[in-house]
């Protein structure tokens, strides 16, 4: 039987990571969430091109902890412990950070919350959302044309379950529509970010 080693999970997050970007005096802490397919990874990996930062991507992560993901709760309860250690440990260190995950449960976003407040940096938090006949072509699409960079396994039916269950954001955030241009919604984080 396999015994959880949570040093071990969090060597293994960080080693996927590879090269970090170099510490800043004030980092930053974009919290990007949305329903799969909304393409919260396409947003967070285009703003990290403008805002230096690590993306941590949950859906890649899984794959590093998990090689045959099953999605159970308890699968990811290790996930996002783990992840939230990886992502504080980063902001301690003075790396921004891009958070890559669904996100729709504000019980979940509460935590991520705590850890900006509890280290003093700067939380951006940014909603991502697509129209829903857009967001079914591209998980039809996926299931389709899988891109090797395409690390999500989700699909309409689980679109369809957690859309039924997304909790509205308590504060203030970006609101970002994929299917349109991003670009201003970017400029607008990294002045934020900057400011």
Do not use: C
Not at 69 to 75: A, F, G, S
Not at 125 to 152: C, F, G, W, Y
């Amino acid at each position: 039987m396999y015994r959880r080693n949570p040093e071990e999970e969090l060597g293994r997050l960080k080693e996927f990571l590879g090269e970090l970007s170099e510490p800043v005096a004030r980092p930053v802490f974009v919290l990007v969430s949305g329903l799969p397919g909304t393409g919260k990874t396409y947003f967070s990996r285009r703003l990290g091109e403008r805002l230096p930062s690590v993306i941590v991507e949950s859906d890649a992560l899984r794959k590093v902890l998990f090689a045959h993901p099953t999605y159970r709760p308890e699968e990811s309860q290790r996930l996002f412990t783990a992840t939230h250690h990886l992502i504080e440990g980063l902001l301690k260190g003075g790396r921004s950070v891009i958070f890559d995950a669904t996100n729709v449960l504000e019980q979940h976003r509460q935590h991520l919350y705590r850890i900006a407040e509890k280290l003093g940096v700067r939380l951006i938090i940014v909603h991502v959302e697509a129209p829903h006949e857009v967001v079914r072509e591209r998980l039809e699409d996926r299931s389709v044309h899988r891109r090797p960079d395409e690390k999500s396994d989700a699909g309409w039916d689980v679109y369809s379950r957690m859309r039924s269950r997304a909790e509205r954001i308590r504060r203030n955030y970006f609101s970002v529509d994929t299917s349109r241009d991003i670009a201003p919604v970017i400029e607008k984080i990294v002045r934020e970010a900057r400011r």
